[in-house]
């Protein structure tokens, strides 16, 4: 009996062990991902894909011309979100009026394209296509005869063709014949025909723009640019060249207008740390002329119901109050960001990480595309890349439809699709709102969320038919998930995220390992040494970017916790001691090189170059600090006097982005180097001597 009793107290004692490791394991055939299953499910439960839709239908229905008293008084889409955050429990929210460049705009009243010979016929109307009319134009109203001049961006294109008086067709921005067409030849208006994917569909209206205000451009002449299908414009061009004479008549009224910029912010306050943020980033606009659905009223509509979704939970306590804040920022792109930064730099200072939504809702198969994310440039290691990815690959994995069975678990919105979740990982690029946050005076990592390509980018085909509410409510999963996490992190979220990115680090570490392994492999005789300095220098970088990754989440990690430190420790060990024989390979590779190519091994040795820039530390002024201020650098350069040339392309901004008072110039060249291709120590010397003469970096001797 007492046996008995002790075998099944042992049970007891190792069925207690044995639970947390049971709870971690999949479920029902799910895969784990950062937060338990339960938790997921809720989640999916509350994100709604067709609020996130209906909302889209109110912000973008239709492409419409805005009427003058919106810019001067305020745009319909603040007024909209600050309705519906109201409504979705979130009174911390506001409409913020933004510094202008300018304060007047243009503003398009009326537009029209008529054939008039041989046959009256309307081929275009501002009221129907707003995209027919160039931003930019000029009023006029002229009747003329139509000639097709090519891409009209070359003089060759107008030889033998008289275009004085007469209207230009051209395949491509009206834009490029202003300059030529208008200004030089004497043509009084541009037809083009141009848009992203006319391939795709042909009747897609790209927008466009022509000259300056008023359609005047560097000669002054005033214009007026007008902007027809690929297949209208084909058609227009077949019957020129097939000898028919085609009349025009086109009428445009434009007016200059009061003006401002807007904003919206709301907040979701943090209960235990609200001055640490977490910040997600929408454009509203890119030129308020402009209405995209997808570019970009689905990001806005998608960080909203991620709003709504993280409050309702929290009031049902479906989720523990979130300890850190987290801020949604719907803006004008890129300027916007930019100018609410420098407004409020006592804010821009308390985000942890930012999360940047941009044409998230088209359907997939519809769409031909892939769900992208976007990872912060190698200049800014951190956790963020990882927690975004873990629950892009969930979705991916959940949502497969294998052998006509359903899902793991459906994501689906009720009017959605059931398309798989089709998505890529890629490196860093611009191009939207995340840019901002990750420049080296503001570095705040920032994942960015695409659907690309996108066949009606920049077209009056960008209308909210081609979304998906289904696309919809996983972008708001994955997008609440990710906050959870983050905003929420305590002690187990901490040691999922050392667990995830300790895991994901040997897996970069091993393709940059193969990458420099082929590099010397590949190498013939005459730069084997060099191939083989540079192949151990990416090896050793990537180690060091990992354990800087595993590092940055010490952010979340607060006095007292000693579990998540110790493990910490484990995986910053284990990457140290994996880096040896890692290094060691890769000498083994370059000596059996060494034998092929019948060349004698060298060891790796500091050249006086690298000695002498070793001991050059650039630290950066006041002027590096927030956004990098591109224009005053470039005219600094241009006052400099026999100012050192250098060649870095885009590897420039990552030089900047290393430059952290601490790094020295070897050090930044070579941690750029590793990632970038042709970063030359001789470049990364002379624009380092170029910032610290234009006052933005001063070099101190090591």
């Known amino acids: 009996m007492k046996r008995s009793i002790a075998l099944l107290a042992g049970a007891a004692a190792a069925l207690a062990l044995l639970t947390p490791v049971l709870a971690a394991q999949p479920a029902e055939g799910i895969p784990r991902t950062l937060l338990p299953l339960p938790l997921m499910r809720a989640i999916v439960n509350e994100a709604s894909g067709d609020l996130a839709f209906q909302n889209e239908i109110y912000l973008a229905g239709v492409n419409r011309n805005r009427k003058a008293e919106e810019y001067r008084d305020g745009y319909f889409e603040p007024r ?52 027919m009319l160039c931003q930019g134009s000029a009023t006029m109203d002229v009747t003329a005869p139509l000639v097709y001049v090519g891409p009209g961006n070359q003089d060759r294109f107008y030889e033998g063709k008289d275009v004085k008086g007469k209207i230009i067709l051209v395949n491509g921005s009206p834009g490029s014949g202003q300059r030529l067409g208008v200004e030089k030849y004497g043509a009084l208006a541009v037809i083009g025909y141009s848009s992203s994917h006319p391939e795709f569909d042909p009747d897609e209206v790209g927008w466009s723009s022509i000259g300056g205000r008023g359609g005047e451009s560097q000669g ?266 983050m905003a929420g992190a305590g002690p187990a979220e901490v040691e999922r995220m050392i667990e995830e990115v300790g895991a994901r680090g040997f897996e970069r570490i091993g393709r940059q390992k193969a990458r420099a392994e082929a590099l010397v492999r590949e190498a013939a005789a005459a730069g084997l040494d060099d191939a083989y300095r540079e192949a151990d220098n990416i090896t050793a970088q990537a180690f060091l970017y990992e354990e800087d990754a595993l590092d940055s989440i010490r952010f979340f990690m607060k006095k007292g916790e000693t579990r998540p430190e110790a493990l910490l420790k484990a995986q910053i060990t284990a990457l140290r001691g994996a880096s040896v024989p890692a290094a060691k390979s890769l000498e083994e590779i370059y000596r059996l090189r060494c034998a092929e190519t019948k060349t004698a091994p060298k060891r790796i040795v500091l050249t006086a170059d690298e000695i002498r820039l070793a001991r050059l530390v650039p630290v950066p002024t006041d002027k590096m600090k927030g956004l990098f201020d591109s224009q005053a650098f470039a005219a600094a350069k241009r006052e400099m006097k026999d100012a050192p040339a250098y060649s870095l392309g885009r590897s420039e901004s990552e030089l900047r982005n290393l430059i952290d008072g601490r790094r020295n110039a070897l050090q930044i060249r070579n941690a750029a180097a590793a990632h970038l291709a042709g970063v030359r120590l001789k470049d990364v010397e002379n624009y380092l001597r170029v910032l610290e003469t234009a006052g933005f970096v001063k070099i101190k001797k090591a």
């Open 80 to 131: 909209f979100l600050i309705e519906r955050l109201k409504e979705y429990g979130i009174p911390d929210c506001r409409i913020i009026d933004l510094p202008t460049r300018s304060p007047k705009t243009w503003d398009a009243v009326r537009g029209e394209l008529w054939i008039t010979k041989p046959t009256l016929r309307k081929i275009a109307d501002l009221k129907e296509v707003p995209a």
């Open 220 to 485: 002054g002449k005033p214009a007026a640019g007008f902007m027809v299908s690929t297949r209208m414009g084909n058609d227009l061009r077949d019957q020129l060249e097939r000898g028919s004479a085609i009349e025009v008549r086109a009428m445009a009224e434009t007016q200059t207008v009061e003006a401002k910029d807007q904003m919206v912010e709301a907040v979701i306050p943090g209960a235990e740390f609200p001055n640490e943020e977490l910040v997600f980033t929408a454009h509203l606009y890119e030129g308020v002329a402009k209405q995209g659905a997808n570019d970009n009223i689905s990001g806005c509509v998608a960080i909203l119901e991620t709003a709504r979704t993280l409050r309702r939970m929290i009031d049902d306590k479906t989720i523990p109050a979130l300890k850190r804040s987290v801020r949604f920022l719907f803006v004008p792109e890129i300027s916007g960001t930019s100018a609410y930064i420098k407004m409020h730099p006592e804010i821009s200072r308390r985000f942890f990480a930012n999360i940047n939504h941009d044409m998230v809702g088209e359907g997939l198969i519809k769409n031909q595309s892939l769900m992208e994310l976007i990872q912060t440039p190698w200049s800014l290691p951190t956790y963020l890349n990882d927690v975004v990815r873990a629950f892009y690959e969930w979705m991916g994995t959940t949502q497969r439809n294998d052998d006509g069975k359903e899902a793991y678990l459906p994501v689906w919105s009720p009017t959605g699709s059931r398309d798989p979740f089709y998505y890529v990982i890629d490196p860093f690029s611009g191009g939207s709102d995340h840019q901002i946050f990750t420049h080296g005076g503001i570095r705040v990592p920032s994942a960015f969320m695409i659907v690309w390509p996108d066949q009606w980018y920049h077209t009056s085909g960008d209308t909210v038919d081609k979304s998906d509410s289904t696309q919809l409510k996983r972008v708001v999963v994955i997008s609440a998930a990710s906050a959870v996490v």
